[in-house]
Each structure stands twice: as structure tokens, then as C-alpha cells.
């Protein structure tokens, strides 16, 4: 039988709250198993930029990651999230592993090829080390990943946190059985965008395409889901979107789970 | 027999240059055996906190770590430094892994009791977790130390890189042979301050506290050589000053010995 391996990735708003971070730390004690966790960036890498004074590029509402921006992400995901975290979760006897994609070299990624836009220091992956990873989790450890990952020649590359943690699950389930959680501040996928308490418990591919139709989706949320769908269809066999508290009745999960 | 170890602290100025940081690549391909880095910190934490109008507080001329230096000096020491270096050394082939003091727990300090001067989030290492440095050797890895550590409670600290080499070193000389090297710009310990090349090739203790007494060791190296023959009286078998050029035609090595 395969090994249990799950994937926790929160966003970079949650980041910023120790309770959650605390509370994050006890349900990794209480899921059996091998877990992963993947941390976005949050708001502190623009409020840095903005002291800096470095401008904000956008193309297309898309933000291009300069040398500068590379840099202040760097900065902020690697070194203090990524290390608070770590921090946080030892105090919690959680055996954690603080990483970049450059560390062992577990996730490469190639600079994105310019076609239209030059997104600048972006990476798309193209490799995940899944053996390496193993070797952690044979000694117990529970690797911590920020937003950071390189092109195996001396280039660091900013790459989503969503597409690390989904990419991570994929790869990973030839060897273990995979749950894969997305962790927001919203409890799950809501019926009614102001409506915190309207989670929709269960949406498959179907049902993601009437909302997207109708426009109930938010667009934030739509490559998160794609990421989802993209997950399930490539052997991931647990999906949800959900936020740190819906974890805390751990095997009883509340939120929005994703099928097929 | 015991396995060889060999300790590198590069202090903050070589990071600056890529060609010092593919040098030492070439050199831990060099060497048999186990390695650590240690890396220094730099201007860079120095030159953000002045961008970022952190006022940089002195007592006594030491200076101190207050909440806003610590995030800098976590930021630029975890992340920029710490990630550049470990891509570096991928891209030439050294399976490094880039670590503080929370990562796995491996090196606990406590923030410096106040006595006369109150120095801030600064740590004195109390613990560093030798099984776990031995699990990561015996996976062929390379960990890369940053000068942060925690004190297993929440709450990082900066701590002396020097101090952190230093402290591994002893602490890994019962299981290993250690050999350690504190590279900085400068060739070596030098007779005359002014000539680059009046290396001095050998220093005991007595010889030390002669070149102290008569002003000859600069201010700066006084810790360094401090540490080094702690090292020395605590089994270490091996202790060099010297820069990285000095270690290219490994194992001749150029700089000075320290030698009990």
C-alpha cells in the first residue's frame, strides 16, 4: 500500500497571523503521514517594494518580476516568511525543513519564454526531484517551501505558490496517495461572494463550469481550480480548497472539495 | 577512522562576487569528505536597513539586533545570500542545502542575557543537533548556514557566522575529523597591515598573544582568532585563516595555520 503524503499550501494573507500559523503547526502533528507545506508571499513583498521605492510593473494586469522585485521576493519568501514559519513550527515539535526550489536542487524551472509578454524573472517548472524529497520524508521531515525556485544554472525565478503545491502532488503520486489542500482566509468556494458561510461542499468539473459560466467564481480563484482539476486528473486523490480552521477536525475536513 | 569534515565560513564581503562563489564551488568538489558553509552577512543587510531608514543603534560600538534589524538581517542572510550561494553551488554540481539555525531544529541559541547592555535579538548557541548535521552527511549534502538562528521557541536571532562555524566545528569533533577554514578577503593573518603579501604562515598561542600585545592583529580579528584556538583546544583538528584562493590547489592550502 502506498504511503499517505499531504500537501498543505497557504496563502500569503494567512502568513501574516501567528494564531493561524499556530494552528497550522498542530494539524500538521495530527495528520498521519508524510506532509508538505508551500507558502505564498503576501503583502509584505509589495509594502518592501514600495519602501523601496522600486515601481510595480504590470503588463496586462500581470506583474513582471524585474531583478529588483526577484530580489524583494527573495528577500521576504525565502528568508522571513519561510524561516518565521519554520521557526513557529519547530516550537510545535513539527520536524520542518525550510526551502527554495534551488535547495538540493528539487524544483527546477525554466525562465518563462517571452512571447507577447516578458514576464522577467518568472519560472515555469520543469523538473521536481522526487526522489530527494523521499529522502526528507524517510527521515521524517516536513519541508517547508516558499515561492522560490531556479533554473539549475545560478538563476533564481519566482514561480506561484499554487503551481508549486500542485506541481509537488503530481509528481508525488506515483509513489504515495495524495491529498492536496489549498488553505485561503474564505472557508471554501462560496455560493455568494459575501456570503463567508455559503461554502459549496463539493464542486466537480461540471459544476466548475456552470459557475464559471455564470460568473461565480471569482477570478482569483479560477487558476487555483484549474490547478485543482489539473491535480485530479493526474492522480492526486484528495483535492480541497478550504482555510487552515476547516483542517483542524483533521480526518473531518470542512470546505470545498474538489472531484472530478 | 573517523570521516572527514570540512567547515568553510566565507565572510560577508566574498558574497558579493560570483567569481569568489564559483571558486568555492570548484573547491567543495575538491575536497573528500563532509562539508559545511557558514556565510557572513555583508553591506547588503546594512545598505536596506539605510534605504529603509532603520536607524542603526550602537552601544559601546557593538551593534544592536532590534525587531526591524533582525527581519533585515533574516531577509538578506535566509533569502537573498543563503539562496544565491545554494544556486551557485547547484548549478556547479554541490548538493547544497540552505539552512538556519530553525531548520530542523539544528542549532538553538538563546537570546544574549542583558547584563550591562541590552544587545537585542542576538543569540548565544546553547545546542546544535549532531544527529541530525550526521543525517544530512550522510546523504551527500552540503548544509549552507546562514548567521540566523532560534531559540526553539518562536523567536529567531541574529548570530555571529564566525561563532556558528566555530561552534559546529567543536561540536562535530567527536564524530568527525574536522578541518576548519574562516576565509575573508584578506590572504591571511599579516605581519604588516599594509602588505598584502606579508602573510604569516603560522600562528600558536604564544605567538598570538605576542602579535596582540604589540598591536599587530587588527581589532576585527581579534574574535576570529579567539574562536579559532577554541576550536583548536576543543579537538578540532585543523584551523586555517585564509581566503578562497587559498584553498584552489586543495590540499595544499595557502593562509595562515592556527596551531595550538
Known sequence: MKQRLTIIKIGGALMESEETIVNLA???????????????????????SEKLGIEIEMIEGRRITNKETLDVATMVYAGLYNKQLVSQFQKNNVRSLGMSGAD???????????????????????????SAMSELFNLNIV???CAITHDNNGQLLNTNADTIAT????????????????CMDKKGVLEDPDDDDSVISEIDYKRYKTLKMNGKIKLGLIPKMDNAF????????????????????YPAIKGTRICQ
Open 230 to 249: 489539473y491535480a485530479l486528473v493526474n492522480n492526486v486523490a484528495d483535492v480541497w480548497i478550504c482555510n487552515i480552521d476547516g483542517l483542524v477536525d
Open 143 to 145: 519541508p517547508v517551501f
Open 26 to 48: 498542530n494539524v500538521l502533528g495530527e495528520i498521519p503521514g508524510h506532509k508538505v507545506v508551500v507558502h505564498g508571499g503576501g503583502r509584505k513583498a509589495s509594502d518592501l
Open 104 to 130: 538540493l536542487n528539487i524544483i527546477t524551472s525554466r525562465k518563462r519564454p517571452v512571447r507577447n509578454v516578458d514576464y522577467g524573472f518568472v519560472g515555469d517548472i520543469i523538473k521536481i526531484d522526487t
Open 167 to 182: 506541481m509537488i502532488a503530481v509528481k508525488m503520486a506515483d509513489q504515495y496517495t495524495v491529498d492536496l489542500m489549498y
